[in-house]
């Protein structure tokens, strides 16, 4: 899985991706992870989502997962949301299937 220490600019890939430091836009990719001490500021478009750090955005996954560091603002798009105990979120999440 190719992880970015800062990614500026939007990405388009078949591949997993991970953040460890911080990101400016959006991502489309296959499997999204977020590191604990990893900002992001942009929307993700992924089939998984994994989020231990800050992010500021949309989600549109069809799993997401916050990890007990997340910290998470906006909107997420999803039918499965697993929050660990820790984790914070402030927004909205929305069932695809219904909107």
Same mark, same amino acid.
């Given at each position: 899985?190719?992880?970015?220490?800062?990614?500026?600019?939007?990405?388009?890939?078949?591949?997993?991706?991970?953040?460890?430091? /911080?990101?400016?836009?959006?991502?489309?990719?296959?499997?999204?992870?977020?590191?604990?001490?990893?900002?992001?500021?942009?929307?993700? #478009?992924?089939?998984?989502?994994? /989020?231990?750090?800050?992010?500021?955005?949309?989600?549109? $996954?069809? #799993?997401?997962? /916050?990890?007990?560091? $997340?910290?998470?603002?906006?909107?997420?798009?999803?039918?499965? /949301?697993?929050?660990?105990?820790?984790?914070? #979120?402030?927004?909205?999440?929305?069932?695809?299937?219904?909107?």
């Amino acid at each position: 899985m190719p992880a970015y220490r800062r990614l500026m600019g939007d990405m388009n890939c078949l591949e997993d991706v991970t953040i460890t430091l /911080l990101a400016k836009g959006n991502i489309h990719c296959r499997r999204y992870e977020l590191g604990a001490d990893a900002e992001h500021y942009g929307n993700i #478009f992924a089939d998984e989502a994994q /989020l231990s750090g800050t992010f500021f955005g949309d989600i549109h $996954a069809k #799993f997401v997962l /916050l990890k007990p560091t $997340a910290h998470v603002y906006g909107v997420i798009h999803t039918k499965n /949301l697993t929050m660990e105990e820790g984790a914070a #979120f402030n927004g909205q999440r929305l069932d695809p299937s219904t909107t």
